[in-house]
């Protein structure tokens, strides 16, 4: 059966040792969301178009919100006023207060596979927020650490029908998985993430880690950092530019974390223990790392 994350193709599979047979494919849905955003200037109400993502179906007004507080537009939840869900694929967010317009600009297309590409210039890449990211914590085991890929896969339920997702997670500091959600695009499943946190009532992430199921490209490491997350462990390879932000905001940044190994390239001072010889493990730590 269908949902509104799932969508069926009939298929012909095709393989080595027998004939092609006619099968039912079950495929992860991609399609486009707008995200608008309502304010006040001065005695005019203002309706401007933000964001339009392809993303998954599902969990659109969290990931509306947590579009605007990683990109930095929303600073906290008592702005957001009202939310809408449209009949049309969008999402209006009514917000109070005094609105910083060039931030606006930094987003209209995003694809599902890139969160960055469309930022209007580089400058606009920068963190405008202040933040302080407390060097002490959370501190987790690497025993710990390692188990966390499977303790996300199990919840993963989607992926489990389509294989064609991404997953985003949050763990407290007594390593308790709070919540995952998945999306065919990285950055859609941290948005969705971090908004359904906020709708939740939270207001402080200082204390939490941030799991994802795919590479750490700069444009997660950023919403990381922006939504005050201070340690990030990804399945894949980090960029050039995740690895430097990393280090320049104190973030712990782990990437090809597996069952038995991972690479740590910032914020080692918020790593408990080492992984055991009996494992025939090992934990590459950056010389630089800090």
């Known amino acids: 059966m269908e949902s509104s994350s799932i969508r069926e193709f009939g298929v012909r599979r095709h393989i080595l040792t027998g004939d092609p047979a006619h099968e039912v494919d079950q495929l992860a849905v991609e399609e486009p969301l707008e995200i608008v955003l ?39 939840r008592n702005a957001i006023e009202e939310i809408e869900q449209g009949a049309d694929s969008s999402v209006t967010i009514t917000v109070t207060g005094n609105l910083d317009l060039k931030r606006l600009e930094r987003h209209f297309y995003t694809s599902s596979s ?38 996300v896969r199990a919840k993963q339920s989607i992926f489990q029908q389509t294989g064609g997702l991404h997953a985003a997670a949050l763990f407290d500091p007594e390593g308790n998985l709070l919540r995952v959600c998945e999306d065919i695009g990285r950055h859609n499943a941290v948005d969705k993430l971090v908004g359904g946190e906020l709708l939740a009532g939270r207001s402080d992430f200082s204390d939490l880690l941030l799991f994802v199921s795919g590479r750490a490209g700069f ?72």
């Open 38 to 76: 309502r304010f006040r200037r001065r005695t005019t109400l203002v309706r401007k178009p933000v964001s339009i993502t392809m993303r998954t179906p599902g969990q659109d007004q969290e990931l509306a919100i947590g579009f605007l507080y990683t990109e930095g537009i929303v600073h906290e």
């Open 114 to 151: 890139c969160g960055v590409c469309g930022k209007s210039s580089l400058e606009a890449l920068l963190i405008n927020r202040e933040i302080h990211l407390d060097p002490s914590r959370p501190k987790h085991a690497v025993e710990f650490l390692l188990q966390t890929p499977g303790l």
């Open 219 to 290: 444009e997660l490491i950023q919403k990381s950092i922006m939504s005050g997350i201070p340690f990030m462990a990804a399945v894949g390879a980090p960029s050039s530019l995740s690895v430097e932000l990393a280090r320049r905001y104190g973030s712990t940044l782990i990437g090809f974390l597996r069952e038995d190994r991972f690479n740590l390239y910032s914020g080692a001072g918020r790593i408990r223990g080492s992984v055991s010889a009996s494992a025939s493990a090992s934990v590459s730590a950056s010389a630089s790392a800090s």
